[in-house]
């Protein structure tokens, strides 16, 4: 197929735009240029070409100036020289016409594209940047192999060895064989897990057939169990019933028989109340008290004629009854008195004393001398302002004093020292300052350091210079080779060295190269088990000498040497025939090897010369440097060079040393001349001043004597100034303090007339100093005090002395009248008698009044007693007869014994009553027979079995009570839930999961294995059709730096070689980047060829793909589509200018077309 | 008045669904339990309906089943049936005769197991007595015919034969008791209620012989919607069948026509719309979907390469259809109408063609088997079953996984070569 013409009709920014290609050259080329400028349309002509062929995309982009429904484009296609207009809009079904607008039909251009689809055609068909980078790597990834590349060149995919692995890799993602993690073994685990979880909660059917079997053989035994407990029960409550029954049988008897001791007559009846036994109490209790009623009254008439009372001193008795409070009075006053009159003695010392302070002893009347109240008042207060006044006088004067002190200190010490005149200090301080000012010290420190500094360099330098040896001049005067020599030998020594690495490994490589042949050979050799050419020509040599030899003699053994000369000789020959191919190898290989043998003496000879030039080379430089390398072993020319450079660089060093060093001499000697000239000046400045410096003085320290000189004089002035201030201030302190002395002596004045105005009139009027003044007045008022207090004291003696004389007439009154003796008796002992007297009397006279009214009492219980004795007898005598007996106690006992008999015969009735009943029997006769009849020991045994066969039956019965409710238990926990049918349904969907993703794992391997078989099909089928045209295309683009491709089987597959110039060669993926584009278009190329050889081309069109090929590659390129060209239509779309200039070039039938 | 008696068969109680769709935890806690579902739901239907008896002819259990807690739920619902006095007819299937847990279950005495001699019991109705006929066979196989085992009409009564069959044999259906629809017309009786077979069958004739099938499909095999029958034995003797749906889940493969489509979205709205109108159609509460897209359609490839999208696209689809589940995709798609003929000028589908010519070389595939055999022997031993049962199986197994390889790797590389 050609495309003649592009109809851009309404197509992207296009409107009525056509591209003519015009008609096939008939003998030139059919390659075309599209040039625009970026934006000019040469992407959307493109599309629209594809979209022509193949129909508008759906969501085509070119609709941004026409609509969908108006976009249409159109063109003149050429199909084995038979022409057809077309057009094409927008739309799903019959979007395709012919010149006359009529639909047509897809066929009328598919059938010629032989089944290309939209995206096979791009692919294959049409090339840009982006697909030969692809392509590029593409390469890189398929390692070589021949059936991947020519795939991916001929399906233009980049990408065909990417997909295959990454096919791979999901499939191992699936599963590996005893891989933990892959998705089927994740599932394979949760399947497991699954298993766990449903064990772990399920029932099995056999579990519940023995949890069934086990409930209900525990129900059975246990139901045969209880009955038989029943029954023995019902046994044993009958003999505990008989064992009841017959101690109340016996018990009846025994009551029975005392029944019939008992006498037998009715009980009488009862007319009184109470019984026997109180009646006996009752007259025995009245008789008792009436006696002793009687003794009691005779005791008391007895004591009441005992009793005396003393009358006498009834009498008097309020009048004793009052002595009792004066009698304390005046015990208490005669306490006393003696310690009262002690006190008015003390008193009297005391006012002794005070008048005796006073200086009065001699006064008579003491209240004399007391001072009127507000005379004492007022001088009170005086004294106490006195000492205030006398306070303030006395500090004012000190203050005074003090100031006066100060006053002529400070003039004593004005003046003693006098300072030197001023511009002669003025002159010494210019000196010192130039002095001061003056850098000379530092600029001869720093020079000396530099010096110091340089001799070491120097020292180090010419050390670095040995062996040679000398001074700085000599070494100044030395002839050296100049740095353009040394530029030179050291390029030299570069050159040299990389040859010789070159050289070396080289030959390393050839060695390598004959290990590997030989190696190579042996197996060979071995392989086939061969002989080579020469040792066949040796083979055949001995048969023919056997043949002779045979022919000479003709014997026996001669034919037998022969035959084996010949059996071996047919043998190597078959064996060699037979493997033809091998032997051809063989001889390769020896080939190879003359070969190898033959590079590696090569290169042995090529370094040696290496060598040799650096020989003479070292002879060169030792010879122009022969002063610096004066015994030099230097190896290598290297080395020598190294050492040359190190010594003139020492050698350059030293002399710039020597230089610094002189300059810095010169600055010294500059700078102590400037020293001396400022010590001059400063030696006459300080003589003016008066001081005379030492002669041998250094300049420092006569400066520090200048300073120390001017620090002084400053101080002195400074001294002056202040004592002259000082004094000022003294005296004007010292008038200030004069004052306050007045004021405190004119106060002290009043204060003393004051005093003498209030004491005129009293006896103090004359004669009492002011200090003395308040002691006067303390012994006044003490005085005043003791006077009082003695008056007090007299008047209270008095009174106790009236009060005992009274008692004491009092005592001895009442004593006569009670005739008591009281001539020299103590009153108060008369006074306690008689008190006494009087309690005893009347204590006697109460105590007869008591006594008298207890007879009376007595006499009247007496009577009432006689009438209750008199009562009682009446009922004791109706009792007596009511019983028949005589005396009370005869009573009782008989009553005792009918209560006895009547109990009994109730007991007895009772007792048959329950025997009765407890053998549940209807009368007591038939019991009574029941049990006479029964033998209680065998009853006992018979109980004790029964018991002991119920403890057992219990525990049986508790075992299976047990044993039934746990099997009943886990049949109730069974359930009927749905978590074990949920946990099933789960497993199931992984097991499906588990399948679903195996097979998945099956078909990415199987696909992954028939791709790889396809691809080697694949390369058989393309392989020599593709080859050549792709080795001549790649030595074209490569400008015979690669002379061609080849290949070489490796296991399973075959790999793509390109060889280089000089005879090397690489496997594709070990080709630069570069040479990988050239290749995957050279590849391509091939493709396109491949696919036109068979089929009608189509147009190839490519889009810029020269952005990175300089310009002879270019060239190349355009040479290649050319030759294309000759095939099929080529178009190739550009935005350089100067590609088409250089298309021109190569190619100068190539038409271009311009889009605007 | 009338007898009215519900007929079921093939509960497979507790089998579980076999769908992929229940990787979906949600879809899995709803129907985790379908066949439980079903089955209740035949107990009500009994309760609301009132009948005066359940038949269940057979099957009544997987083989599998082994688990007492399926035996309780089943004594349970068996329970309300006891309590709402509805007598239970109930014969062995093939596969009650493996199950260990027959054995162990309790039931009321008005569940009436029919043992390995032909019985027969008259169940007096309010207008009209009725005989039912049953038989278990005790084995899981049972090459003979059972029904001249079946005791003659009885007089008088409406006869009801209970009998587990494959009868003349259906695909996926171990052979059970063969026997011929005529025979069976022709024994007299008034209705044969049968089983075994899992879809749904009614054969009119003299008799009425039904086939209920499964009322749970438990997979894609089992699509559509499953049912019991609903049967009324009026007066005068003559049967009226109703259909009572009783599947909670119901699987369906859903074919969509991809023809025309060029763009994704447009394909899922296909994919929606098929899903769509398959659920206006189903009656049950869910639909589980196994989608397969056909046609010719440029967006083959790339549906291809990209197939967990268009899986998780489907899904997301079936989401908003809502109740609706996507188990699997399968592609039976074309990239174009002209296919590869003789003289191929794409690489891509040359390579294609000569990984066909693989999958038919004797060479190529035994090497593919044996690969097959080795994973295959590594899975645990209920998941081989996908690769065939048997020999043919896996030839066929081969064929379809190397047609689908072919597809894969030329999606991959068409569709890449686009991106």
């Known amino acids: 197929m050609r495309l003649r013409r592009l109809d851009l009709t309404r197509y992207g920014k296009f409107t009525d735009k056509a591209i003519d290609f015009g008609e096939k050259p008939s ?28 129909g508008i995309e759906e969501r085509s982009r070119y609709n941004f100036l026409h609509e969908y429904s108006s976009m249409r484009i159109g063109g003149l296609l050429e199909f084995e020289g038979r022409t057809l207009a077309v057009s094409r809009t927008k739309s799903r079904g019959n979007s395709l016409h012919d010149a006359e607008g009529r639909p047509l039909s897809e066929i009328a251009i598919s059938a010629n594209l032989t089944g290309l689809s939209r995206d096979a055609y791009s692919s294959m068909f049409s090339l840009d940047d982006e697909t030969l980078e692809a392509g590029g790597r593409a390469i890189l990834e398929s390692r070589g192999d021949l059936g991947k590349l020519l795939f991916t060149a001929s399906a233009g995919l980049g990408h065909a060895s990417d ?92 009551k029975a028989s005392r029944l019939a001791e008992l006498p037998d007559m009715p009980s009488p009846s009862r007319t009184w109340s109470g019984s026997v036994a109180e009646l006996i109490d009752q007259d025995t209790r009245l008789r008792t008290r009436l006696q002793a009623n009687a003794d009691e009254i005779e005791r008391a008439k007895a004591k009441i004629e005992a009793i005396a009372v003393d009358e006498a001193v009834l009498a008097i008795s309020e009048q004793v009854r009052g002595l009792a409070d004066r009698k304390a009075r005046y015990l208490s006053a005669g306490m006393d008195l003696p310690t009262r009159k002690m006190e008015v003695q003390m008193l009297d010392q005391v006012v002794a004393t005070c008048l005796a302070a006073l200086g009065r002893s001699a006064e008579q009347d003491p209240s004399r001398l007391t001072l009127p109240a507000f005379v004492v008042g007022t001088l009170r207060n005086m004294v106490e302002q006195r000492s205030g006044i006398t306070t303030s006088l006395q500090m004012a004067r000190d203050e005074a004093a003090a100031a006066l002190d100060r006053l002529n200190a400070a003039r004593g010490r004005v003046g003693e020292e006098r300072a030197v005149p001023e511009p002669a200090r003025a002159r010494l301080m210019a000196a010192v300052s130039g002095a001061k000012q003056s850098s000379h010290t530092r600029e001869i420190r720093e020079a000396r350091a530099v010096e110091a500094e340089r001799q070491i360099r120097l020292a180090d330098a010419m050390r670095r210079l040995q062996p040679w040896s000398g001074d ?229 320290a006569t400066v520090v004597a200048a300073d120390r000189f001017l620090d002084r004089q400053a101080k002195v ?128 006279r109460e105590a007869r009044a008591n006594l008298l009214l207890d007879v009376q009492t007595l006499r009247e219980v007496r009577e009432a007693l006689k009438g209750e004795v008199g009562a009682n007898d009446t009922t004791k ?96 926990a069974i359930g009927g839930d749905s978590q074990v049918a949920r946990i099933d349904a789960e497993r199931r969907t992984v097991l499906l999961e588990i399948e679903e993703k195996a097979a998945r794992y099956i078909e990415l391997k199987l696909g992954v294995m028939s791709a790889a078989s396809a691809l080697r099909v694949y390369r058989e089928r393309h392989r020599s059709g593709m080859m050549s045209q792709a080795s001549d295309a790649f030595a074209l683009i490569t400008r015979g730096q690669y002379t061609g491709l080849t290949t070489q089987p490796v296991n399973g597959g075959e790999v793509l070689i390109a060889t280089q110039r000089d005879g090397q060669s690489k496997v594709a993926d070990a080709l630069s980047k570069g040479a990988r584009f050239q290749l995957y278009l050279a590849l391509r190329l091939a493709g396109y060829y491949e696919f036109a050889k068979l089929r009608p081309s189509v147009p190839f069109i490519a889009d810029d793909i020269m952005e990175t090929f300089d310009h002879l590659r270019s060239e190349e390129v355009f040479r290649l589509f050319s030759e294309m060209a000759n095939v099929g239509q080529v178009i190739y779309l550009t935005h350089h200018k100067h590609l088409c200039e250089i298309a021109k070039s190569v190619v100068p039938n190539v038409v271009i077309h311009e889009l605007r | 008045m009338a007898f009215r008696f519900v007929h079921t068969a093939d509960i497979h109680l507790d089998s579980p669904l076999r769908s992929l769709a229940l990787r979906n935890a949600e879809l899995a806690e709803l129907v985790g339990d379908a066949s439980r579902q079903a089955f209740t739901a035949i107990v009500d239907l009994c309760l609301a309906e009132r009948v005066d008896a359940l038949v269940i002819a057979g099957d009544l259990y997987d083989g599998d089943q082994t688990s007492m807690k399926t035996a309780r739920f089943l004594a349970s619902q068996m329970a309300r049936l006891h309590q709402a006095g509805v007598t239970v007819y109930m014969i062995r299937g093939n596969h009650d005769a493996m199950s260990r847990i027959t054995k162990q279950l309790v039931l009321p005495d008005t569940v009436i197991i029919f043992g390995g001699r032909c019985q027969s019991v008259i169940q007096s109705g309010p207008g009209v007595d009725v005989a039912f006929h049953g038989l278990s066979f005790a084995s899981p196989k049972a090459p003979e015919s ?110 969509v026509d991809l023809t025309g489509v060029s763009e994704w979205g447009e394909a899922i709205i296909r994919v929606r719309a098929g899903l769509e109108q398959f659920r206006e159609g189903a009656r049950s509460r869910y639909l589980v979907a196994r989608l397969r897209l056909v046609g010719t359609s440029a967006l083959s490839w790339s549906l291809m390469r990209d197939r967990d999208l268009a899986v998780a696209e489907a899904e997301q689809a079936a989401e908003q259809v809502g109740d609706t589940w996507v188990e699997k995709l399968e592609f039976d798609l074309s990239a174009s109408a002209v296919g590869g003929l003789g003289n191929v000028a794409d690489p891509t589908l040359e390579l294609a063609q000569s990984m066909r010519s693989n999958a038919s070389s004797e060479a190529f595939r035994s090497e593919a088997r044996e690969f097959v055999l080795k994973t295959i022997a590594d899975l645990p031993p209920d998941a081989r079953r996908f690769a065939g049962k048997d020999e043919a199986g896996l030839e066929q197994f081969l064929d379809d996984v190397l047609a689908g390889s072919v597809d894969l790797v030329t999606a991959r590389l068409k569709a890449g070569a686009t991106r």
């Open chain 1, 472 to 700: 700085v001049d000599l070494l100044s005067k030395m002839s050296v080779p100049p740095p353009t020599q040394l530029a030179a030998w050291k390029t030299l020594a570069a050159d040299l060295r990389r040859d010789k690495a070159v050289f070396t490994e080289r030959l390393a490589e050839y060695e390598q190269s004959r290990i590997t042949t030989s190696s190579w050979l042996a197996a060979v050799r071995a392989s086939a088990n061969l002989a080579d050419d020469e040792t066949a020509a040796a083979i055949r040599r001995e048969r023919d000498e056997a043949w002779r030899s045979h022919r000479a003699d003709l014997k026996v053994e001669t034919a037998d040497l022969f035959a084996t000369a010949l059996a071996k000789d047919d043998h190597v020959g078959a064996g060699r025939l037979a493997h033809a191919s091998e032997l051809a190898d063989l001889r390769a290989v020896k080939q190879k090897v003359a070969e190898t043998e033959a590079a590696i003496e090569r290169a042995g000879c090529q370094l040696a010369g290496a060598s040799q030039r650096a020989e003479i080379a070292s002879a060169e430089i030792k010879e122009a440097a022969s002063a610096l390398l004066h015994h030099c072993q230097a190896q290598s020319l290297d080395l020598l060079i190294g050492l040359l450079e190190e010594r003139l660089s020492a050698r350059a060093d030293a002399l710039a040393s020597w230089d610094d060093i002189l300059l810095a001499r010169a600055r010294i000697e500059c700078a102590i001349a400037e020293g001396e000239r400022i010590h001059l000046a400063l030696a006459s400045a300080l003589q003016s001043v008066g001081i005379q410096p030492d002669a041998g003085e250094p300049l420092e």
């Open chain 1, 27 to 54: 003998s030139a080329p059919d390659l075309h240029i599209v040039f625009g400028l970026n934006e000019a349309g040469k992407s959307t002509a493109l599309s629209a070409y594809l979209d022509l062929l193949f």
């Open chain 2, 146 to 255: 059972l029904l001249p085992k079946y005791a003659a009409p009885q007089e008088g009564a409406a006869n009801i034969g209970i009998m587990h069959t494959s009868l003349a044999g259906s695909p996926g259906h171990d052979v059970y008791a063969p026997c011929s629809v005529a025979d069976l017309h022709g024994h007299g009786f008034e209705y044969w209620a049968l089983g075994h077979i899992h879809v749904r069958q009614v054969y009119s004739g003299a008799s009425a012989l039904v086939m209920p099938g499964i009322p749970q499909g438990r997979d894609v095999n089992e699509a559509g919607e499953k049912s019991v029958t609903l049967v009324t034995i009026r007066d005068d003797r003559s049967v009226e069948i109703e259909e009572r749906l009783t599947s909670v889940a119901q699987f369906e493969r859903v074919s």
């Open chain 1, 163 to 254: 997909v295959l692995a990454a096919l791979d890799t999901e499939a191992d993602g699936l599963y590996r064989k005893q891989a933990q993690s892959t998705e089927i073994a994740l599932l394979k685990k949760r399947f497991a897990e699954l298993k766990l979880r449903k064990e772990a909660i399920d029932t099995l059917a056999s579990t519940f057939e023995a949890l069934e079997a086990e409930r209900v053989e525990a129900q059975d035994k246990y139901d045969r169990s209880l009955a038989e407990r029943a029954v023995l029960s019902a046994r044993l409550a009958t003999i505990e019933r008989y064992a009841r029954a017959a101690p109340l049988l016996a018990e009846i008897k025994r």
């Open chain 1, 877 to 972: 005598q109706e009792v007596l007869d009511a019983f028949g007996v005589r005396t009370l106690s005869e009573v009782s006992e008989r009553d005792e014994q009918l209560r006895e008999r009547d109990g009994l015969q109730s007991t007895v009735a009772e007792l048959e009553e329950r025997l009765t009943s407890e053998l549940a029997l209807e009368d007591f006769a038939q019991a009574r027979s029941l049990l006479e009849c029964l033998d209680l020991g065998e009853l006992a045994i018979e109980k004790a079995e029964i018991e002991r066969r119920l403890a057992d039956l219990d525990e049986a019965l508790q075992q299976q009570l047990v044993r039934r409710t746990r099997a009943t238990d886990k049949l109730d």
């Open chain 1, 717 to 844: 002035d400074a001294e002056r100034a202040e004592a002259l201030r000082s004094i000022a201030a003294k005296e004007e302190e010292l008038a200030a303090r004069r004052l306050p002395v007045e004021i405190a002596e004119r106060r002290e004045g009043a204060w003393q007339a004051e005093v003498k105005e209030t004491l005129k009139g009293t006896w103090l009027e004359e004669g009492i100093a002011g200090t003395g003044l308040g002691s006067v007045l303390d012994q006044l008022s003490e005085l005043s005090r003791a006077l009082q207090d003695r008056e007090a004291m007299r008047i209270r003696i008095r009174k106790m002395e009236a009060d005992r004389t009274a008692l004491a007439e009092e005592v001895a009154r009442l004593g006569a009248k009670g005739g008591e003796c009281v001539s020299d008796e103590a009153p108060e002992q008369v006074s306690v008698r008689l008190t006494e007297r009087l309690e005893q009397a009347e204590r006697a």
